[in-house]
């Protein structure tokens, strides 16, 4: 794991250069929460061009960049939206996935508002994009270099980032019947694939119910697609069909984490500590560290390895 002050000369926190997928990939099925079906195409993308989901409504096409500041609140996911524009809702799993593969620019095309939840994670994604292989492109990679300590707190929700020399995540949940549960390792593509791909989103069954009722009546969309092949139901002190590992809860928040961290754009090189992370608490401690010019710079990393800053 990275430490504050290491020599990032001799760990480089990533590839060189950009990358963006060898060919298409594409996945349909219901949305957990909106339960529509929706088809998916992930395609190549030029240099710099990021992720950018393309959503077609009526035959006309969207663009919705992956940014944090297109992030909008909603019930249990994270959406994204262009002003008044159409929505794009639960983009986290494929948004962790191509950051886990180090995949920068893409993209995503959508014919509906929500994305497959498939089996409630990402390893659906993070097949497809491994079997369509990832090509780099002649432009170097930018990293997002934490300079200082930010700090984010709500009540029991507390995140920090510090620098480090790459990507790493410590992060725990506390849960009724389950006690602490902790994670914590680096965010590459063997480490992702083998300990947070696998992670089912997850849900005590009876808050699960009052969330149905809340949504019907307020008309907002919130896990009517969801069921027991695609979100882990826990029910006092296990999980109705079992656990895929004894900590699959907090391993799925961390690979949610990963996802939303995403949205800020560049390949993050920081430390990350999170007391029961969440959607709404990962976008703001994101916006906290991306709103102070001082705490962040973007670099690229020169032949030799060592760092410079971005062109």
Known sequence: MGQQGADTRAAPPGPRFQATLARPVAGSGVGLHTAKPSNVRVLPAPPDHGVVFRRFVQGVAHDVPAHWRNRRSRPLCTALQVGEGPLVRTVEHL???????????????????????????????????????????????????????????????????????????????????????????????????????PSRSFGRLKWALLAKLFGRFTREPVLRGANLSNTVALWRRSAIGGLRMPDEPVRHRVLDLVGDYALAGHPLMGRTTAVMPGHEHNHAMIAILLEDATAWDLVEIAEGGDLRPAS
């Open 95 to 197: 948004m962790a996935a191509l950051s886990a593969a180090r995949i920068d620019n893409a993209l995503v095309e959508i014919d509906a508002e929500e994305l497959p939840i498939f089996d409630g994670s990402a390893e659906p994604w993070r097949l497809k994009l491994a079997e369509a292989g990832r090509v780099e492109q002649d432009r170097p990679r930018r990293y997002l270099r934490v300079l200082k300590r930010v700090e984010y707190r709500n009540g029991r929700h507390k995140q920090s980032i510090d620098p480090a020399a790459a990507f790493t995540v410590k992060g725990s949940v506390t849960l009724n019947g389950l006690g602490q549960l902790r994670w914590s390792g680096p965010i590459d593509p063997d480490t992702f694939a083998r300990e947070l791909a």
